[in-house]
């Protein structure tokens, strides 16, 4: 069984930070690739950032400079600090893992992430 449990969602003023964490039941080492998404209200979820187990991260524009992924394969769980938040980063952010052979794709439930002002 895989499992995806995201935390460190809440409600902050524009400017301020956040990490999220993202634990996995299994290793995450044994994952092609993992990384976060964002889905905000009316609007289709899109990457946030994403770790190739062999490459370098990868952002999306709309936060390169101001988010950051990493992880630490030790404690099964993916960062992602987010710092200088905006408002338009206001959505629900999921965590997710594919498998090696890019057959399956494991989701969180997602955590709420709110920026005011």
């Known amino acids: 069984q895989v499992h995806l449990v995201e935390s460190g969602g809440g409600l902050v003023q524009s400017g301020g930070s956040l990490r999220l964490s993202c634990t996995a039941s299994v290793p995450i080492v044994s994952f092609n690739t993992v990384g976060w998404y964002r889905q905000a209200p009316g609007k289709q979820r899109e990457s946030v950032a994403t770790?190739?187990?062999?490459?370098?991260?990868n952002y999306a524009d709309s936060v390169k400079g101001r988010f950051t992924i990493s992880r630490d394969n030790a404690k099964n769980t993916v960062y992602l600090q987010m710092n200088s938040l905006k408002p338009e980063d206001t959505a629900v952010y999921y965590c997710?893992?594919?498998?090696?052979?890019?057959?399956?794709?494991?989701w969180g439930p997602g955590t709420q992430v709110t920026v005011s002002s």
């Open positions: 770790i190739p187990h062999t490459g370098i991260e």
């Open positions: 997710k893992a594919d498998s090696p052979t890019l057959q399956f794709a494991y």
